[in-house]
Structures are given as structure tokens and as C-alpha cells.
């Protein structure tokens, strides 16, 4: 059952919270808080697409969870950056 959610949603991730976090980086650069708005442009970007392409709220949660993830890791390589 995991592989399966692999094999599905990771393309998924990649076609569609890759752009989310492009447009983030661009829309938040230079903002005062930019890790909250940005969190907020994944996690709206996550649920948005999980609600209007399966419109089911177990997709929608997982979809919230996702992207909450997806940022936090994005966040973490930015601050693994910074602090080098």
C-alpha cells in the first residue's frame, strides 16, 4: 500500500510542489515573516489541488500533511544553506 502511494503521489509532488515552491520563494522574497507565508502558499497549494482533483477530504488532509512536509524540508535545506 505504500509503494503505491510512492509510485503515485511522488510524481504528483514533484509536477506540482515544485512550481508551489518557486512561486512561494518568488511571492515571499523579502517579507517580513516569509517562512509563515510560505507555509501557508504550500499547505493552500496542497489542500487546493487535493480538493479539486480528488474531492474527497481524506485527499485533502493528506494533501495539507504533504505539503506541510514538502515546506518544512524545503525550509530546512534553506536554513542548511544559510548556515553553512
Do not use: C, N, Q
Not at 500500500?1 to 515544485?18: D, K, Q
Amino acid at each position: 500500500m505504500a509503494l503505491m502511494y510512492v509510485m503515485i503521489g511522488g510524481p504528483i509532488i514533484l509536477l506540482f510542489g515544485i512550481p508551489v515552491s518557486l512561486l512561494s520563494d518568488y511571492v515571499t522574497r523579502g517579507k517580513p515573516l516569509r517562512w509563515l507565508w510560505a507555509m501557508l502558499i504550500h499547505t493552500f497549494g496542497g489542500v487546493l489541488f487535493s480538493l479539486v482533483l480528488f474531492h474527497s477530504l481524506y485527499f485533502v488532509i493528506i494533501g495539507g500533511i504533504v505539503a506541510f512536509v514538502f515546506w518544512s524540508t524545503d525550509e530546512g535545506f534553506k536554513w542548511y544553506e544559510r548556515s553553512k
